[in-house]
């Protein structure tokens, strides 16, 4: 048996009801204007702000605590240009045969196509790639649990914390992804989950006029 973990108090505050709800509500505002974008403008962001969601994203919770993930974030524009190359090579193949037509009738709301020139355009593109196993302070080979589900929330908090600083992004899965690693010269154990472009929305930048599911179509509940 090993040394039972080091515990330290939890840092909580129990917030006045009235204080609570007002936050929540803001929050559902705020993340209510949240749209995904495919147009994006060239304006720079600092990467202190990349950074910034990056720690934030790592604040997720996620299975025995190993944090299986790495944010890779990438502002070279010949880099940007390979990634769009690749990108569209694969997209071309999904929108000329590879998606079945179900897949396809379901985006033709969205208009979307094999063309990605945004992925030049913006600012950032950030890859999140989940990691199957890590290694310890050893070199020992060690297994990740709930990488998926994990890697999944902390995706998610990435996307508030952009939307919150005001830039936008979109959930970008060129699948496959595999060139993903091989541009940005990833070892193994890492798989790309999501790319994100990430930057400022382009001046007219117009988005399909979708109407989100109600309280009542996304949840149930059951009380004594």
């Known amino acids: 048996m ?9 840092d909580f505050s129990r917030r006045d009801p009235a204080d609570s709800d007002e936050r929540a509500r803001a ?16 304006d720079p962001v ?17 299975g025995a605590h ?3 993930w790495r944010f890779v974030a990438v502002s070279d524009p010949a880099v940007k240009r390979e990634i769009r190359l690749a990108a569209e090579e694969e ?20 208009g979307t196509d094999a063309e990605k020139p945004y992925l030049e355009v913006v600012p950032w593109l950030v890859v999140c790639f989940e990691e199957g196993h890590s290694f310890d ?11 998926k589900e994990s ?3 902390a995706c998610g908090l990435f996307i508030a914390a952009l939307h919150r600083m005001g830039l936008a992004t979109l959930t970008h899965t060129p699948s496959p992804m595999g060139f993903l690693g091989k541009i940005l010269e990833r070892p193994a154990q890492e798989r790309p989950f999501l790319l994100f472009p990430v930057g ?11 109407r989100r599911k109600s309280l009542e179509e996304v949840s149930a509940f059951i009380e004594g």
Do not use: C
Not at 2 to 10: A, E, H, K, V, Y
Not at 200 to 210: F, K, M, R, S, W
């Open 2 to 10: 090993g040394q039972p973990p080091r515990s330290i108090p939890l």
């Open 27 to 42: 929050f559902h505002e705020e993340m209510e204007r949240r749209r995904s974008v495919r147009e994006f403008s060239p």
């Open 46 to 62: 600092p990467r202190a702000w990349i950074e910034r969601a990056i720690l934030t994203a790592s604040s997720a919770p996620s």
């Open 66 to 68: 190993r944090q299986p």
């Open 91 to 110: 997209e071309r193949k999904n929108y000329g045969g590879r998606m079945p037509d179900d897949w396809l009738e379901a985006l033709a709301p969205i």
């Open 137 to 147: 302070a050893e070199g020992e080979r060690r297994k990740n649990y709930y990488v």
């Open 151 to 153: 890697v999944g929330i």
């Open 200 to 210: 400022y929305p382009a001046e007219g930048t117009v988005v399909p006029d979708l």
